[in-house]
Protein backbone atom coordinates (compact mmCIF):
# COMPACT_ATOMS: atom_id res chain seq x y z
CA UNK A 1 0.00 0.00 0.00
CA UNK A 2 1.26 3.84 -1.21
CA UNK A 3 0.96 6.49 1.35
CA UNK A 4 -1.53 8.69 1.07
CA UNK A 5 -1.72 11.61 -0.65
CA UNK A 6 -3.44 14.60 1.24
CA UNK A 7 -4.47 18.25 -0.66
CA UNK A 8 -5.88 21.03 0.10
CA UNK A 9 -8.75 22.34 -2.15
CA UNK A 10 -9.38 26.00 -2.06
CA UNK A 11 -12.91 28.13 -1.94
CA UNK A 12 -12.91 31.10 -3.92
CA UNK A 13 -15.28 34.30 -3.93
CA UNK A 14 -16.47 36.86 -6.93
CA UNK A 15 -14.98 40.10 -5.80
CA UNK A 16 -16.75 41.21 -9.29
CA UNK A 17 -19.33 39.23 -11.44
CA UNK A 18 -20.64 40.85 -14.53
CA UNK A 19 -22.63 38.87 -17.24
CA UNK A 20 -22.52 40.33 -20.65
CA UNK A 21 -24.64 37.94 -23.04
CA UNK A 22 -26.28 34.60 -22.92
CA UNK A 23 -24.82 32.70 -25.97
CA UNK A 24 -27.38 30.77 -28.34
CA UNK A 25 -26.46 27.27 -26.46
CA UNK A 26 -27.32 28.80 -23.76
CA UNK A 27 -24.09 29.51 -21.96
CA UNK A 28 -23.33 32.89 -20.99
CA UNK A 29 -20.19 35.12 -21.02
CA UNK A 30 -19.31 36.59 -17.68
CA UNK A 31 -16.57 39.08 -16.90
CA UNK A 32 -15.58 37.82 -13.03
CA UNK A 33 -12.50 38.69 -10.50
CA UNK A 34 -11.89 35.50 -8.84
CA UNK A 35 -9.82 35.42 -5.54
CA UNK A 36 -9.13 32.45 -3.50
CA UNK A 37 -9.51 31.95 -0.21
CA UNK A 38 -7.96 30.13 2.71
CA UNK A 39 -11.46 27.95 3.36
CA UNK A 40 -10.46 24.43 2.10
CA UNK A 41 -11.51 21.10 1.66
CA UNK A 42 -9.20 18.20 2.36
CA UNK A 43 -9.07 15.67 -0.18
CA UNK A 44 -7.05 12.48 0.54
CA UNK A 45 -5.74 10.03 -2.46
CA UNK A 46 -4.24 6.64 -2.27
CA UNK A 47 -3.91 3.88 -4.80
CA UNK A 48 -5.19 0.88 -4.32
CA UNK A 49 -5.18 -2.59 -6.30
CA UNK A 50 -8.99 -3.11 -6.61
CA UNK A 51 -9.08 -1.09 -9.97
CA UNK A 52 -11.74 1.19 -8.80
CA UNK A 53 -12.23 4.95 -7.90
CA UNK A 54 -14.09 4.50 -3.95
CA UNK A 55 -15.19 7.97 -2.56
CA UNK A 56 -15.92 8.76 1.61
CA UNK A 57 -16.80 12.30 2.78
CA UNK A 58 -17.68 13.42 6.23
CA UNK A 59 -20.86 14.88 4.65
CA UNK A 60 -23.19 12.13 4.58
CA UNK A 61 -25.62 13.68 1.15
CA UNK A 62 -22.68 14.10 -0.99
CA UNK A 63 -22.89 11.38 -4.17
CA UNK A 64 -20.26 9.53 -3.75
CA UNK A 65 -20.54 7.74 -7.81
CA UNK A 66 -19.79 9.35 -10.87
CA UNK A 67 -21.84 12.39 -10.17
CA UNK A 68 -19.07 13.99 -7.72
CA UNK A 69 -16.89 15.91 -9.47
CA UNK A 70 -13.75 14.57 -7.57
CA UNK A 71 -14.87 10.74 -9.06
CA UNK A 72 -14.79 12.26 -12.79
CA UNK A 73 -11.48 14.08 -12.25
CA UNK A 74 -9.97 10.63 -11.14
CA UNK A 75 -11.61 9.46 -13.97
CA UNK A 76 -10.11 11.58 -16.82
CA UNK A 77 -6.92 11.23 -15.50
CA UNK A 78 -6.92 7.63 -15.41
CA UNK A 79 -8.61 7.66 -18.84
CA UNK A 80 -6.34 9.55 -20.50
CA UNK A 81 -3.10 8.05 -19.12
CA UNK A 82 -3.78 4.43 -19.09
CA UNK A 83 -3.78 4.06 -15.28
CA UNK A 84 -4.70 0.22 -13.86
CA UNK A 85 -4.52 1.39 -10.73
CA UNK A 86 -7.84 1.95 -8.78
CA UNK A 87 -8.21 5.16 -6.33
CA UNK A 88 -9.67 5.69 -2.90
CA UNK A 89 -10.09 9.10 -2.22
CA UNK A 90 -11.61 11.24 1.14
CA UNK A 91 -13.66 14.42 0.60
CA UNK A 92 -13.53 16.28 4.10
CA UNK A 93 -15.83 19.19 3.13
CA UNK A 94 -15.44 22.18 5.38
CA UNK A 95 -16.61 24.53 1.93
CA UNK A 96 -20.59 25.33 2.45
CA UNK A 97 -21.92 23.35 -0.66
CA UNK A 98 -24.16 24.47 -3.31
CA UNK A 99 -22.95 27.54 -2.02
CA UNK A 100 -21.34 30.00 -4.91
CA UNK A 101 -17.87 29.28 -3.55
CA UNK A 102 -16.61 26.38 -6.20
CA UNK A 103 -16.54 23.67 -3.51
CA UNK A 104 -17.20 20.87 -6.26
CA UNK A 105 -14.95 22.68 -8.72
CA UNK A 106 -11.90 23.57 -6.15
CA UNK A 107 -12.39 19.56 -5.11
CA UNK A 108 -12.19 18.36 -8.72
CA UNK A 109 -9.29 20.67 -9.04
CA UNK A 110 -7.01 19.08 -6.15
CA UNK A 111 -7.61 15.82 -7.92
CA UNK A 112 -6.35 16.52 -11.17
CA UNK A 113 -3.26 17.84 -9.26
CA UNK A 114 -3.17 14.90 -6.69
CA UNK A 115 -3.33 12.62 -9.62
CA UNK A 116 -0.43 14.25 -11.23
CA UNK A 117 1.75 13.37 -8.08
CA UNK A 118 0.33 9.97 -7.24
CA UNK A 119 1.41 8.45 -10.11
CA UNK A 120 4.16 10.74 -11.20
CA UNK A 121 2.92 11.78 -14.43
CA UNK A 122 4.91 14.70 -15.05
CA UNK A 123 1.63 16.42 -16.41
CA UNK A 124 2.14 19.96 -17.11
CA UNK A 125 -0.34 23.03 -15.22
CA UNK A 126 -1.54 24.11 -18.67
CA UNK A 127 -2.44 20.38 -19.40
CA UNK A 128 -4.27 19.86 -16.42
CA UNK A 129 -6.10 23.18 -16.78
CA UNK A 130 -7.34 21.47 -19.99
CA UNK A 131 -8.46 18.57 -18.74
CA UNK A 132 -10.05 20.60 -15.91
CA UNK A 133 -11.91 22.58 -18.42
CA UNK A 134 -13.63 19.21 -19.60
CA UNK A 135 -15.37 19.28 -16.15
CA UNK A 136 -16.17 22.87 -15.51
CA UNK A 137 -16.06 26.30 -16.32
CA UNK A 138 -14.63 27.24 -12.61
CA UNK A 139 -12.09 24.19 -12.71
CA UNK A 140 -9.29 25.69 -14.48
CA UNK A 141 -9.16 28.98 -12.08
CA UNK A 142 -9.43 26.41 -9.21
CA UNK A 143 -6.24 25.11 -10.43
CA UNK A 144 -4.58 28.42 -11.01
CA UNK A 145 -5.57 30.09 -7.66
CA UNK A 146 -4.96 33.46 -6.23
CA UNK A 147 -6.32 36.92 -8.01
CA UNK A 148 -7.18 36.13 -11.57
CA UNK A 149 -9.79 37.90 -14.14
CA UNK A 150 -12.12 35.36 -15.91
CA UNK A 151 -13.73 35.61 -19.24
CA UNK A 152 -15.38 33.56 -21.77
CA UNK A 153 -17.39 31.53 -20.22
CA UNK A 154 -15.20 31.17 -17.09
CA UNK A 155 -11.86 29.84 -18.93
CA UNK A 156 -10.14 33.18 -20.32
CA UNK A 157 -7.88 33.50 -17.46
CA UNK A 158 -5.89 36.60 -16.88
CA UNK A 159 -3.74 36.68 -13.46
CA UNK A 160 -3.86 39.75 -11.49
CA UNK A 161 -1.49 40.81 -8.73
CA UNK A 162 -2.40 39.84 -5.39
CA UNK A 163 -4.81 41.72 -3.54
CA UNK A 164 -3.28 43.97 0.05
CA UNK A 165 -3.58 42.37 3.33
CA UNK A 166 -7.21 42.14 4.45
CA UNK A 167 -9.80 39.58 6.21
CA UNK A 168 -12.82 37.63 4.69
CA UNK A 169 -15.77 36.81 6.27
CA UNK A 170 -17.71 34.49 5.12
CA UNK A 171 -21.40 33.75 5.83
CA UNK A 172 -23.75 30.76 4.69
CA UNK A 173 -27.52 31.40 4.98
CA UNK A 174 -29.63 28.25 5.82
CA UNK A 175 -30.82 28.60 2.53
CA UNK A 176 -29.10 27.11 -0.53
CA UNK A 177 -29.06 28.53 -4.17
CA UNK A 178 -29.25 26.55 -7.57
CA UNK A 179 -27.08 28.12 -10.17
CA UNK A 180 -29.45 26.80 -12.60
CA UNK A 181 -32.15 28.50 -11.39
CA UNK A 182 -30.53 32.01 -10.76
CA UNK A 183 -29.08 31.94 -14.67
CA UNK A 184 -32.80 31.11 -15.56
CA UNK A 185 -34.06 34.34 -13.85
CA UNK A 186 -31.21 36.74 -14.91
CA UNK A 187 -32.68 39.11 -17.44
CA UNK A 188 -30.21 40.55 -19.26
CA UNK A 189 -32.57 42.70 -21.12
CA UNK A 190 -33.79 44.55 -18.57
CA UNK A 191 -31.98 48.47 -16.84
CA UNK A 192 -29.03 46.34 -14.83
CA UNK A 193 -26.73 47.40 -13.25
CA UNK A 194 -23.08 46.27 -13.69
CA UNK A 195 -20.29 46.29 -11.50
CA UNK A 196 -16.97 48.18 -12.70
CA UNK A 197 -14.92 45.00 -13.49
CA UNK A 198 -11.95 47.08 -15.49
CA UNK A 199 -11.67 49.68 -12.41
CA UNK A 200 -11.52 47.07 -10.03
CA UNK A 201 -8.69 45.65 -12.28
CA UNK A 202 -6.91 48.82 -11.87
CA UNK A 203 -7.37 49.05 -8.21
CA UNK A 204 -5.81 45.91 -8.00
CA UNK A 205 -3.35 46.93 -9.74
CA UNK A 206 -2.50 49.77 -7.49
CA UNK A 207 -2.87 47.48 -4.38
CA UNK A 208 -5.60 49.78 -3.47
CA UNK A 209 -7.99 47.65 -0.85
CA UNK A 210 -10.63 50.91 -0.84
CA UNK A 211 -11.02 50.94 -4.32
CA UNK A 212 -11.38 47.58 -3.93
CA UNK A 213 -14.61 47.11 -1.99
CA UNK A 214 -15.87 50.81 -3.62
CA UNK A 215 -16.57 48.70 -6.78
CA UNK A 216 -17.24 45.06 -5.84
CA UNK A 217 -20.62 44.06 -7.10
CA UNK A 218 -22.53 41.14 -8.93
CA UNK A 219 -25.24 41.16 -11.27
CA UNK A 220 -27.02 37.92 -10.00
CA UNK A 221 -27.32 39.54 -6.68
CA UNK A 222 -30.50 41.17 -8.52
CA UNK A 223 -32.19 37.83 -9.11
CA UNK A 224 -31.73 35.88 -5.65
CA UNK A 225 -32.44 39.57 -3.26
CA UNK A 226 -35.48 39.35 -5.40
CA UNK A 227 -35.96 35.76 -3.98
CA UNK A 228 -34.19 35.79 -0.94
CA UNK A 229 -34.04 39.89 1.02
CA UNK A 230 -31.75 37.75 3.72
CA UNK A 231 -28.57 38.37 1.21
CA UNK A 232 -29.56 42.18 1.40
CA UNK A 233 -29.84 41.97 5.36
CA UNK A 234 -26.83 39.84 5.64
CA UNK A 235 -24.50 42.43 3.94
CA UNK A 236 -25.99 46.12 5.40
CA UNK A 237 -25.02 43.98 8.80
CA UNK A 238 -21.59 43.61 7.76
CA UNK A 239 -21.03 46.93 6.52
CA UNK A 240 -22.65 47.93 10.00
CA UNK A 241 -20.04 45.97 11.59
CA UNK A 242 -17.02 47.09 10.32
CA UNK A 243 -16.43 45.51 6.54
CA UNK A 244 -15.29 47.84 4.05
CA UNK A 245 -17.88 46.08 1.28
CA UNK A 246 -19.96 43.20 1.47
CA UNK A 247 -21.35 40.83 -1.22
CA UNK A 248 -22.63 37.68 -2.41
CA UNK A 249 -20.39 35.30 -3.94
CA UNK A 250 -21.34 33.30 -7.27
CA UNK A 251 -24.53 32.70 -7.75
CA UNK A 252 -25.27 32.45 -3.44
CA UNK A 253 -25.93 32.11 -0.95
CA UNK A 254 -22.77 32.72 0.90
CA UNK A 255 -22.25 36.11 1.25
CA UNK A 256 -18.59 37.78 2.31
CA UNK A 257 -17.33 41.06 3.99
CA UNK A 258 -14.00 42.50 3.50
CA UNK A 259 -12.35 43.55 6.83
CA UNK A 260 -8.89 45.06 7.27
CA UNK A 261 -8.89 43.39 11.17
CA UNK A 262 -9.32 40.02 12.18
CA UNK A 263 -10.79 41.24 15.28
CA UNK A 264 -13.82 43.31 13.72
CA UNK A 265 -14.22 40.35 11.77
CA UNK A 266 -14.23 37.88 14.00
CA UNK A 267 -16.79 40.05 15.93
CA UNK A 268 -18.80 40.14 12.89
CA UNK A 269 -18.59 36.46 13.05
CA UNK A 270 -20.07 35.89 16.22
CA UNK A 271 -22.85 38.67 15.38
CA UNK A 272 -23.98 36.05 12.82
CA UNK A 273 -23.58 33.15 14.49
CA UNK A 274 -26.38 33.98 17.37
CA UNK A 275 -28.74 33.76 13.95
CA UNK A 276 -30.89 31.17 13.00
CA UNK A 277 -30.83 31.79 9.61
CA UNK A 278 -27.45 31.59 9.16
CA UNK A 279 -25.83 27.76 8.79
CA UNK A 280 -21.70 28.64 8.78
CA UNK A 281 -19.48 31.19 9.21
CA UNK A 282 -15.33 31.19 8.62
CA UNK A 283 -13.14 34.56 9.03
CA UNK A 284 -10.28 33.49 6.27
CA UNK A 285 -7.41 35.26 4.52
CA UNK A 286 -7.55 36.18 0.85
CA UNK A 287 -4.92 33.47 -0.69
CA UNK A 288 -1.85 34.69 -2.59
CA UNK A 289 0.55 33.05 -4.82
CA UNK A 290 3.38 35.41 -4.59
CA UNK A 291 5.60 37.17 -2.01
CA UNK A 292 4.38 37.62 1.56
CA UNK A 293 1.41 39.67 1.88
CA UNK A 294 3.34 42.30 4.44
CA UNK A 295 4.81 43.74 1.50
CA UNK A 296 2.65 44.41 -0.86
CA UNK A 297 4.45 46.66 -3.16
CA UNK A 298 6.44 44.07 -4.33
CA UNK A 299 3.74 41.73 -5.04
CA UNK A 300 2.20 45.30 -7.35
CA UNK A 301 6.01 45.04 -9.45
CA UNK A 302 6.15 41.65 -9.54
CA UNK A 303 2.91 40.74 -11.23
CA UNK A 304 2.49 44.09 -13.11
CA UNK A 305 3.21 42.83 -16.67
CA UNK A 306 1.79 39.43 -15.82
CA UNK A 307 -0.76 39.30 -18.22
CA UNK A 308 -0.36 35.55 -19.59
CA UNK A 309 -3.78 34.15 -20.28
CA UNK A 310 -4.69 30.46 -20.13
CA UNK A 311 -6.63 29.74 -22.62
CA UNK A 312 -6.57 28.31 -26.51
CA UNK A 313 -8.22 27.46 -29.59
CA UNK A 314 -7.80 23.57 -28.88
CA UNK A 315 -8.92 24.16 -25.19
CA UNK A 316 -12.45 25.94 -26.91
CA UNK A 317 -12.75 23.20 -29.13
CA UNK A 318 -12.83 20.45 -26.83
CA UNK A 319 -14.56 22.08 -24.30
CA UNK A 320 -17.47 22.21 -27.38
CA UNK A 321 -16.96 18.63 -28.28
CA UNK A 322 -17.97 17.72 -24.80
CA UNK A 323 -20.92 19.61 -24.13
CA UNK A 324 -22.65 16.76 -24.14
CA UNK A 325 -21.74 15.55 -20.72
CA UNK A 326 -21.97 18.82 -19.11
CA UNK A 327 -24.10 19.22 -16.02
CA UNK A 328 -24.45 22.84 -13.62
CA UNK A 329 -20.88 22.54 -12.32
CA UNK A 330 -19.31 22.79 -15.87
CA UNK A 331 -20.57 26.30 -17.08
CA UNK A 332 -22.84 29.30 -16.34
CA UNK A 333 -25.27 28.13 -18.04
CA UNK A 334 -29.19 28.34 -18.28
P1 LIG B 1 -20.15 27.04 -8.09
O1 LIG B 1 -19.65 28.15 -7.20
O2 LIG B 1 -19.05 26.44 -8.95
O3 LIG B 1 -21.42 27.33 -8.79
P2 LIG B 1 -21.22 25.85 -5.78
O4 LIG B 1 -20.25 26.21 -4.70
O5 LIG B 1 -22.43 26.72 -5.89
O6 LIG B 1 -20.46 25.81 -7.14
P3 LIG B 1 -20.93 23.09 -5.14
O7 LIG B 1 -20.58 23.17 -3.69
O8 LIG B 1 -19.84 22.77 -6.07
O9 LIG B 1 -21.71 24.38 -5.60
O10 LIG B 1 -22.12 22.00 -5.23
C1 LIG B 1 -23.05 21.95 -6.29
C2 LIG B 1 -23.58 20.50 -6.43
O11 LIG B 1 -22.51 19.67 -6.89
C3 LIG B 1 -24.05 19.91 -5.13
O12 LIG B 1 -25.44 19.73 -5.21
C4 LIG B 1 -23.32 18.58 -4.98
O13 LIG B 1 -24.20 17.51 -4.79
C5 LIG B 1 -22.55 18.39 -6.29
N1 LIG B 1 -21.16 17.94 -6.07
C6 LIG B 1 -20.48 17.07 -6.81
N2 LIG B 1 -19.25 16.88 -6.34
C7 LIG B 1 -19.11 17.68 -5.27
C8 LIG B 1 -18.06 17.92 -4.34
N3 LIG B 1 -16.90 17.28 -4.42
N4 LIG B 1 -18.27 18.83 -3.39
C9 LIG B 1 -19.45 19.49 -3.31
N5 LIG B 1 -20.49 19.27 -4.14
C10 LIG B 1 -20.33 18.36 -5.11
Redesign the pocket.
Known amino acids: MTQPLQLKAYA?VNLGLDVLRRREDGYHEVRMIMQTVKLF?LITLQKNTCGQIRLSSNLP???LNE????YRAINTIRTAYNIPDGVDAT?E?H???????????T??AAALVGMNQLFSLGITQEELIKHGLTL?A?IPFCIMRGTALSEGIGEILTPLPSIPACWFLIVKPTFS?S?KFVYENLHLDEQMKHPDIDGMIQAINHNDLTGITYRMGNVLEQVTQKHYPAIIQIKENMRRLGALGALM???GSTVFGIFTSREAAGKAAEFFRKDPGIKQTAVVRPFSKDLPQSKPHKNHKHFTNSTKKYHSSTQREKYSGKRGRRN??EGHKS
Open positions: KDYLPKNLVIKIPVAAGMAGGSDAGDMTSGSTH
